[in-house]
Nanobody, 124 residues
Framework: QVQLVESGGGLVQAGGSLRLSCAAS????????MGWFRQAPGKEREFVAA???????YYADSVRGRFTISGDNAKNTVYLQMNSLKPEDTAVYYC??????????????????WGQGTQVTVSS
């Protein structure tokens, strides 16, 4: 069993930056593919970024070059550094863990554990 707790959300102006954190308890996150998803009001949950510790990262086209996913194995924490934020980045951001055997998955249905979400609001 894995528990995930996100933090770091908030209100920021367009062009600004935020860093989200996802603290994992239970098994170390290096055992999982870790992902960030987001859901804006009235929209479906969408993939943002994923990481497999020491192996690979992958980003949605909409955030590539602006967001960076990373992990600290000693702290069992995954981060999402978000730069050059845009109003369309406004959403609830969720951290998730997947036991899929592939390095990376962008499919929300393949993630087994989810955090409670943290709100990110970008004002224009």
């Amino acid at each position: 069993q894995v528990q995930l707790v996100e933090s770091g959300g908030g209100l920021v102006q367009a062009g600004g930056s935020l860093r989200l954190s996802c603290a994992a308890s239970g098994r170390t996150f290096s055992s999982y593919a870790m992902g960030w998803f987001r859901q804006a009001p009235g929209k479906e949950r969408e993939f943002v970024a994923a990481i497999r510790w020491g192996a690979a990262t992958y980003y949605a086209d909409s955030v590539r070059g602006r967001f960076t996913i990373s992990g600290d194995n000693a702290k069992n924490t995954v981060y999402l550094q978000m730069n050059s934020l845009k109003p369309e980045d406004t959403a609830v951001y969720y951290c998730a863990a997947s036991t899929v055997r592939r390095l990376i998955t962008t499919n929300a249905d393949e993630y087994n554990y989810w955090g409670q979400g943290t709100q990110v609001t970008v004002s224009s």
